[in-house]
């Protein structure tokens, strides 16, 4: 997996040319920003906006592609399976204008996940649908159940038993989870201080999106299948409000992407655009977002994008792999295609 997705990366650098993010890039709305340089997912919700879909849909649309083209292994069927070997997804999608929030996780058989998470939002009076009964929800809407692995998931999972179900996300446990697969029981004698982290850019990708219009309606979304080899249960950051994303048209949009274990804790979406609301500049907003994150963890990664409500945007990030830096998509009527950015990390 991380040598697929490795070649995957190198692949991106030598295709696309970079352009450096400027410090103060001209405004203008509408305006679309989304995570990693997933293009086909930057033009697909461009394009929506473009011809007359509102910010949801361009949300919806941009999250929609990268589930159906399986981005980078970590967004779709077909990619980080669990402990079990199978594939779940996590997604969600914010109405700035009326803060509604759809979202579901631990989605299981579904493909498209942000399309569930649009439904949680339009067709019941609740937030966030889980597991099994998220998957039985998304039946009855309509949605086609199916199995979410692969070849490439399959195989992705049994090289993971072979290798003794090596990287795993226990601790504290017996067997000891650094030689074992399991089953495990708790051993609350063994707090040898802290593993190193397992997260990286590579075993984790998440497309984020925040779109505005000329009116100023604000959206913003995410979809991803987590983290490869995880605890079956376990939840990311992605469908969680004001952590994987936020948008507020009366100040702006932000998501996120990165070591969601440890970026959940800190809100850095809603840190973002409260920032923005109070006339911080975007990419010192989406700073102090990662700054106090990195205040407890100095070396996680994670990055986030974010933009106010005149389409001034920014991305800050920390500990990217590849030359320590983070890459994202701008789409505006500056250059009417998306455009890859650029930005330096802590
Ligand atoms: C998946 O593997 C099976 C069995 O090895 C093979 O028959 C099939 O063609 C493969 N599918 C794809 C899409 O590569
Ligand atoms: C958005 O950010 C830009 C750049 O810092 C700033 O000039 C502009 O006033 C901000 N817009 C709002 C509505 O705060």
Redesign the pocket.
Known sequence: MLVFQQEKMFARFLVLTLTASLP?AR?SLPLVVNTWPFKSAAAAAWSCLQSGGSVLDAVEQGCARCEAEQCDGSVGFGGSPDENGETTLDAMIMNGNTMEVGAVADLKRIKNAIGVARAVMEHTEHTLLVGESASVFAENMGFVAEDLSTNTSVSIFSQWLRGNCQPNYRKNVSPDPLKSCGPYRPEGARTLGKRARLVNALSHDTIGIVALDQDGHVAAGTSTNGLTHKVPGRVGDSPIVGAGAYADSSAGAAAATGDGDLMMRFLPSYLAVEL?RT??????ACKTAISRIKRHYPDFFGAVICA???G?YGAACNKAPTLNQFHFMVSNLESNTPVLKSVDCF
């Open positions: 103060h405004a923005m006339g911080t500049d975007p990419s010192e106010n409500t005149t001034h």
